[in-house]
Nanobody, 123 residues
Framework: VQLQASGGGLVQAGGSLRLSCAAS????????MAWFRQAPGKEREFVAG????????YYLDTMKGRFTVSRDNAKNTVFLQMNGLKPEDTAVYYC?????????????????WGQGTLVTVSS
C-alpha cells in the first residue's frame, strides 16, 4: 500500500494550498481517509476526515470553515483544500487510510500512513 501526498509548500498567511494524496495497493473505496498533521515538538493531531463515499466529513473544530476534505474514488485520491492559512498551521501533513467501519479518526485506528508533505505558513 502506498499513500503519496503532495501539494505542500511555502505560503504567506492568508493564502491557500491544496494537498493531494494518491492511494495505490488498496481498495480505496472501502477506506475512510483522513489528514493529520504534526508540528515541530508537538504530537500528531487529526485535521480532517472523510468516509468511504465522501458523503460525511469531519474536522477538528479549529479547521471548520477554512479546510475542506474531499475525495475522488475513481482516481483513488483524497484532497485537502486549505484556505486562510495561519502560521500555526505550519506542520507536516500526513494522509491516512482506515477501513471504514465507523471508527473515529485517531492515530491508533489508522491502517496506513502516507509519507507526509510539509506546509510552511509565513507571517
Amino acid at each position: 500500500v502506498q499513500l503519496q501526498a503532495s501539494g505542500g509548500g511555502l505560503v504567506q498567511a492568508g493564502g491557500s494550498l491544496r494537498l493531494s494524496c494518491a492511494a495505490s495497493g488498496l481498495t480505496f473505496s472501502i477506506y475512510a481517509m483522513a489528514w493529520f498533521r504534526q508540528a515541530p515538538g508537538k504530537e500528531r493531531e487529526f485535521v480532517a476526515g472523510i468516509n468511504w463515499s465522501g458523503r460525511s466529513t469531519y474536522y477538528l473544530d479549529t479547521m471548520k470553515g477554512r479546510f475542506t476534505v474531499s475525495r475522488d474514488n475513481a482516481k483513488n485520491t483524497v484532497f485537502l483544500q486549505m484556505n486562510g492559512l495561519k502560521p500555526e498551521d505550519t506542520a507536516v501533513y500526513y494522509c491516512a487510510a482506515q477501513l471504514d467501519t465507523g471508527r473515529v479518526f485517531k492515530s491508533n485506528n489508522v491502517d496506513y500512513w502516507g509519507q507526509g508533505t510539509l506546509v510552511t505558513v509565513s507571517s
